[in-house]
């Protein structure tokens, strides 16, 4: 995030005022100047939040908080959220590029929330060999055999999950979640995820890797009014799945 | 010039499928301290690898192991070890197998394996080289499979893979058919139950003659009828492993090998055992094993049936585990034993261990074991040993080193 914002700064400060605004006009020069730091720090302020790039700045917003409990009222940290416009022309967030690498016979994160189009770079940053496969109806495919970053990146047009395993290390699992929302992202330690939302009605979604509700019980509507501060709540209602154990020291569980 | 070509042909190809090789060179060298008797090992009655005359500093294993990828979806496995004794050879293969993994599809994944390997049997040896990542010296249970039990020839396994479609659980079926086992059962019937960590070799021997340094090589065909065994295994999650198989060689217990003299042991066998996981570092094994061997010679027939369960909890801190196991085992006789007995072997075992593993190269051991046999046929050669408990307590420095190795 930073980096991009600190090219973007560069980029326009690259622009030699005096080029393009000859002498004779001076208060355009130091006009160019302001707008010039006020769009960096706008830009570096829209990044760092980590809200998606489909904040459209000119629509009045609201700051929504949505909160994940377990059916026993504990937080749910990593829960994805996707925030999806019910309005009929409402676009997808735009593509992006991420990458999920493969350390210590895991895949690192074990877990991205992707918009539909993006692309994922698979390297494996593994002294093994790892070998991807995918036979999830929303993107099958298979990376042959491979260490280092010999592949191109996978594109994903479909949403929904795609469960990632290695055909040689059972023990690995990764996920990706393909969303045609407008808003995504995973609650933090406390269960909660926060972004500034076009007003407007929307519905909201909620997933986690180990949930044993169903996605589709837990959906619901959220209506966005300019200016608000709303918080929502979505109780899960069943247990999730025990935590997978932390990866064995060793080769283990070839027999 | 021609060898030359051939060495930077060689070279190439070594350099364009390095990618996908690795490989591991362990050491494991043991300090123990034992009061058994000689062992059945080292020609004598003993349970344990090393008896009282064997204490002081032992090479515990050296190993060697090569996982080289063919192409996509086939890969040789090669894991040799020397044991530091005096068998045929100082070296020798423990497994030797292809293996064929295609991708799985819609859920179902294949494999199949053709070679010399283990069958699915043991839940706690588990670790490169068939180790346990819980004590030195396996359960009795899988102390046998380990000197008498190899897979030479080829098996299938289906598993549906249910943990990665939404669901809890992963169901696998396992089959094979193998031949060159017809030994397997001599051991049982003319020592027992052992426990131990020597691996039988594939070109290694046992002794078929108690009390007798005779040994012969177990891993031979006499009757030239194939082996069979079918399993299945169920695992929930990540934590619980669930594991069935019904073994039998179908040899002709009226076959005797020209060569060594062994007879065709005709062993049958159902296997059971589950592995419970948590996730704050607790592990349960149970395991059983129940079945029976048997040989006719001149048409009489003498059957063993046998017996060995274990119970093991361990419990892993940061990169300390701690395990306690018992053991329990018996080998029954059909028939009346020279000494006027019906059975060749009871024994119980208790073992514990601690395992410190600092990094991915060394790990440290300290295990102690105390074992109580009351054996026929120690009786029928040293007639006041017929009872017999022996302990032993033994320290390991292991270092790995590798690409396997992390």
Known sequence: ?255 | MKPLAALIAVGMGLTCSAHATDWEVDLDMRLLSSDGQRSYLDGGTGALRYGENQSGLQLGRLRLALDQNIGELWSVHLDASSWGEHDKNPIDLTEAYLLFRPYPFDGLRARIKAGAFYAPISLENRGPGWESPYTLTPSALNTWVGEELRTIGLEGQIDWLGTRTGHLFDVGLTGAVYGWNEPAGVALASQGFMLEDRQTTLFGRVNPTPGLNDPREVFHEIDGRAGVYAGIEGRFLDRLVVRALRYDNRSDPTQQDGVTHIFAWLTTFNSAGARLESGNGWTGIAQWLQGETTISPHSHRLGYPFDAKFLLISKQIGRHTFSARYDRFEVLTHFVTPTGDDYAQYGHAWTLAYLFEPNAHWRFALEWLDVSTESALREAILPSEELSRERKIEASFRYALGSAVR
Request: a positive charge; glycine letters at 8%; hydrophobic letters at 40%.
């Open chain 1, 1 to 255: 995030m930073r980096p991009s914002a600190r090219r973007n700064t560069r980029l326009i400060r690259g622009i030699d005022p005096e080029a393009a605004f000859p002498a004779g006009l001076p208060w355009l020069r130091y006009g160019y100047r302001a707008a010039a730091i006020l769009l960096a720090g706008l830009l570096t302020l829209i990044r760092s939040a980590g809200v998606p790039a489909a904040v459209p700045g000119s629509v009045p917003s609201a700051s929504v908080t949505i909160t994940v409990h377990s059916a026993d009222g504990r937080p749910v940290p990593g829960a994805v959220i996707t925030v999806r416009s019910l309005a009929a022309d409402a676009r997808p967030s735009a593509p992006i590029k991420a990458v999920m690498d493969q350390i210590n016979r895991a895949f690192d994160p074990d877990l991205l929330v992707i918009p539909v189009g993006s692309t994922v770079d698979f390297p494996n940053s593994d002294t093994v060999s790892h070998q991807i496969y995918s036979f999830s109806p929303a993107k099958r495919f298979t990376l042959p055999l491979y260490r280092g970053n010999p592949n191109p990146p996978v594109r994903f047009d479909q949403p929904g999950v795609v469960t990632l395993g290695c055909n040689i290390h059972d023990e690995m699992v990764g996920y990706l979640v393909v969303t045609d929302a407008q808003y995504f992202g995973r609650t933090d330690a406390s269960g909660s995820w926060t972004a500034d939302i076009a007003r407007g009605k929307y519905r909201v979604a909620v997933w986690h890797p180990r949930m044993n509700d169903d996605a589709n019980e837990l959906e619901r509507e959220l209506t966005v009014a300019a200016g608000d501060r709303v918080t929502h709540e979505l109780r899960l209602t069943k247990p999730l799945r025990p935590a997978p154990l932390s990866p064995h020291p060793h080769s283990w569980d070839g027999y």
